[in-house]
């Protein structure tokens, strides 16, 4: 069982940057593709970005490629979304993920979620 614990959320003005962390724990940490998702008030969960086992290759949503940086560091089991040029439509819950297959863009293929961390941009 993986526990994922995402920290680094808060209140941003717009043009503004933000790394948010996601810790992970009870697993190993690199049999998993891990994955960032964000969740506005009445929207679906969106995929932003996912990084390989091991960490040699990262995948971006086109929404936000760009604006946004995937890393990880296996010593810590952590993985980061660096966030630069925040806009108010960036305003959401962020959420990662835990993949134990091939990975995905598609939120149902995630096996493990974190509880989120609230992004607020203001304008």
């Known amino acids: 069982q993986v526990q994922l614990v995402e920290s680094g959320g808060g209140l941003v003005q717009a043009g503004g940057s933000l790394r948010l962390s996601c810790a992970a724990s009870?697993?190993?940490?690199?049999?998993?593709?891990m994955g960032w998702f964000r969740q506005a008030p009445g929207k679906e969960r969106e995929f932003l970005a996912r990084?390989?086992?091991?960490?040699?290759?990262?995948y971006y949503a086109d929404s936000v490629k760009g604006r946004v940086t995937i890393s990880g560091d296996n010593a810590k089991s952590t993985v980061y979304l660096q966030m630069n040029s925040l806009k108010p439509e960036d305003a959401a819950v962020y959420y990662c993920a835990a993949d134990y297959g091939l990975g995905s863009s598609d939120p149902n293929e995630y096996e493990y979620w974190g509880q989120g961390t609230q992004v607020t941009v203001s304008s």
């Open positions: 990084i390989s086992r091991g960490g040699s290759r990262t």
């Open positions: 009870g697993g190993t940490f690199g049999r998993y593709v």
